[in-house]
């Protein structure tokens, strides 16, 4: 064993209590050492050594990993991870790729749920399972697992280019949230996932284990998560890799740091353009609800600093919109002079300042930063199906076309889905919500595939999301407790939108109705309002919008009043 280009010895070892909880060992499993993947080569071999410490109970084992020893060289201790699990023997990975340190749950004996993913399925699904009532053996533990410590209430991003809310009321985060909860948080990210039924291999792909129970999350920090149960809530991000240029030179709208990006950047030309006469280009790829929103949005925010375009393959805005919402948002559109480019593809996009070395045939990789302006390519579609080349410029492109959902890999070196995955990539999901040949794993909001009572796909939205994760809730209580499952049922209660800080459209579910104007912009607030998550934190919002419009009605009462009485 010893004659291979390098050899590797993992070694078990059940150590003493206080070895286990030395601070040396706890730091040395925070910081994987990424030397070791050079270390491990063609020719490594894995010794598994279990002895002389297995009589000493509820000790970590050790995994030790030692290479290179062909030329004499043995690499550097490379991971080292704890089992925390009561009476569960820990393991240590010395010299693996990564290292693997166990989550702790507090006891093994009630059922363990993992949620992963924080957003409307994965948060709403975790308050909706606190709040059920549980007999003490069953009471489960929960987790929730998201890659940001805050959730994000993204229907209300908008409002944050317009400045008519402040970041905490939209994006609370998950401590305060969760404070009077029994649910546990942790930020991390999910690389990958094995069902129960399936182990991880020494290679990081995973193999049948036999037990059928129990599966695992693995997150980015090198911790491995047992559970249960699990909750796929993971959602979608944005998709820009389809046009050349599109990923180094347009900002997409998708999470809160995109917004605060946006934001950022709109403040950056506001004071360089200002007292200049040189409006602010914008340039807005989609006109779905969100490339409208934001145009609405942004040229009410820029005014006459500014100019707002808005391309799109298709004829018409916001095509699968009630007409009501639609004929809503082409009103303010026009009335903020937005241009609506439509009929037309965008082919690439590149920078002019870096124009030598980006663009649309070779993918460049332009800096963003800075005030560069981008001139977009767009292919002309003509009735008559003949193409020609345009060109538009902008100071900022916004994308907002195309999202790819998110499934985590079941394996860390390939992105092969841990589950069963439409054509969208979407998890494939039961009528209970629960992934197809998984029935211990739920899936919900944009990253699951669901279809209405009959047989439509549903929507990635938040509405979705929202009721699915009440569905999830309870079918986990009902598996939990032997219960029979509910079938999910979608209720479209309505559709709105925002077009900046006095106007929306909403158009109802149930009835042929659609409000506009400040009515309708007034309604969307109270609605989502009603919306946030926890008693605590609504009420907080609440007062605060209270406060703004108190202020901000005073101020319009004290702009009339002066201007009243400024001698003509
Ligand atoms: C700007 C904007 C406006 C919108 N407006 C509306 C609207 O008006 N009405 C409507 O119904 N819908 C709207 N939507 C859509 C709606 O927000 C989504 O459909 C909804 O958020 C989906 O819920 P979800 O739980 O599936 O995903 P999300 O709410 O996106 O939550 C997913 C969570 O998973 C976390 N996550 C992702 N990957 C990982 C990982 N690898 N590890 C750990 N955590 C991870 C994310 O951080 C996030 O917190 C809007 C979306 C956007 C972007």
């Not at 490379?78 to 989550?103: C, H, I, M, N």
């Not at 911790?223 to 180094?248: C, I, M, Q």
Request: with cysteine; aromatic share 8%; net charge neutral.
């Amino acid at each position: 064993m010893l004659t291979g280009e390098s050899v590797i010895i993992i070694a078990q070892l059940r150590m003493a209590a206080v070895l286990a909880s030395s601070p040396l060992l706890g730091t040395a499993a925070c910081f994987p050492v990424n030397s070791e993947r050079q270390s491990r080569g063609r020719g490594n071999a894995d010794l598994n050594i279990r002895r002389h410490f297995r009589s000493i109970p509820k000790l970590p084992s050790i995994k030790i990993r030692l290479s290179g020893i062909s030329t004499g060289i043995v690499s550097v201790v490379s991971a080292l991870s704890f089992d925390g699990q009561p009476g569960a023997a820990g393991e240590v990975t010395v010299g693996d790729e990564r290292y693997w340190k166990s989550y702790a749950w507090s006891q093994n004996k009630t059922p363990r749920i993992c949620i992963v993913g924080g957003g409307f399925g994965g948060l709403y699904t975790a308050l909706r399972l606190d709040s059920l009532f549980w007999e003490a053996d069953k009471r489960p533990q929960i987790l929730l697992i998201d890659q940001y410590d805050r959730f994000v209430f993204k229907p209300l991003l908008y409002e944050i280019l317009s400045k008519e809310v402040d970041q905490w009321e939209i994006a609370p985060t998950f401590t305060e949230l969760l404070a009077n909860t029994n649910v546990t948080f942790i930020k991390d990210s999910v690389k990958a996932v094995s069902a129960p039924g399936q182990s991880r291999r020494e290679n990081g792909s995973f193999a049948s284990s036999g037990d059928n129970t129990v599966g695992t999350v693995l997150l980015e920090s090198g911790t491995r998560v047992n559970y249960d149960w699990l909750v796929l809530a993971l959602g979608s991000e944005s998709k820009l890799d389809f046009v050349p240029g599109a990923a180094e030179n347009a900002l997409p709208f998708v999470t809160l740091e995109n917004a605060l990006e946006v934001d950022r950047r709109l403040t950056d030309l506001e004071s360089e353009r200002s007292g200049l006469d040189k409006p602010i280009e914008v340039m807005i790829v989609g006109s779905g609800y969100s490339g409208v929103e934001l145009a609405a949005t942004l040229s009410e925010r820029l005014g006459k600093k500014g100019k707002v375009r808005v391309v799109d393959a298709g004829s018409d805005i916001c095509s699968s919109a009630p007409a009501g919402n639609r004929e809503a948002a082409k009103k303010v559109l026009s009335s903020r002079n937005v241009d609506l480019v439509l009929g037309y593809y965008v082919t690439g996009i590149r920078s002019s300042e870096d124009s030598s070395t980006s663009s649309p045939e070779n993918n460049g990789s332009a800096s963003t930063s800075g005030s560069s302006r981008y001139s977009i390519s767009l292919k002309l579609v003509t009735s008559r199906k003949r193409s020609d080349d345009s060109h538009l410029e902008a100071d900022l492109v916004l994308w907002t076309v195309g999202t790819k959902a998110t499934v985590p890999s079941r394996d860390l070196d390939t992105d092969y889905p841990a589950f069963p995955v439409n054509g969208r990539g979407q998890a494939d999901t039961d009528e209970f919500l629960r992934v197809k040949g998984h029935p211990r794993i739920f899936a919900i909001g944009d990253s699951a595939s669901t279809k209405d009572s009959a047989g439509r796909s549903l929507p990635s939205t938040a509405q979705v999301a929202f009721q699915q994760a009440d569905y999830a809730g309870w079918n986990l209580w009902a598996a939990i407790n032997d219960r029979p499952l509910l079938p999910f049922r979608y209720q479209h209660l309505g559709e709105m939108m925002t077009l900046g800080r006095t106007d929306g459209a909403v158009t109802a579910g149930f009835v042929d109705l659609t409000l506009d104007g400040f009515v309708a912009h007034s309604a969307r607030k109270l609605a989502y309002l009603y919306r946030l998550p926890t008693d605590e934190h609504k009420t907080k919002v609440a007062l605060s919008w209270l406060a703004k419009s108190t202020m901000d009605t005073i101020a319009l009462v004290q702009n009339e009043v002066t201007k009243a009485l400024k001698p003509k």
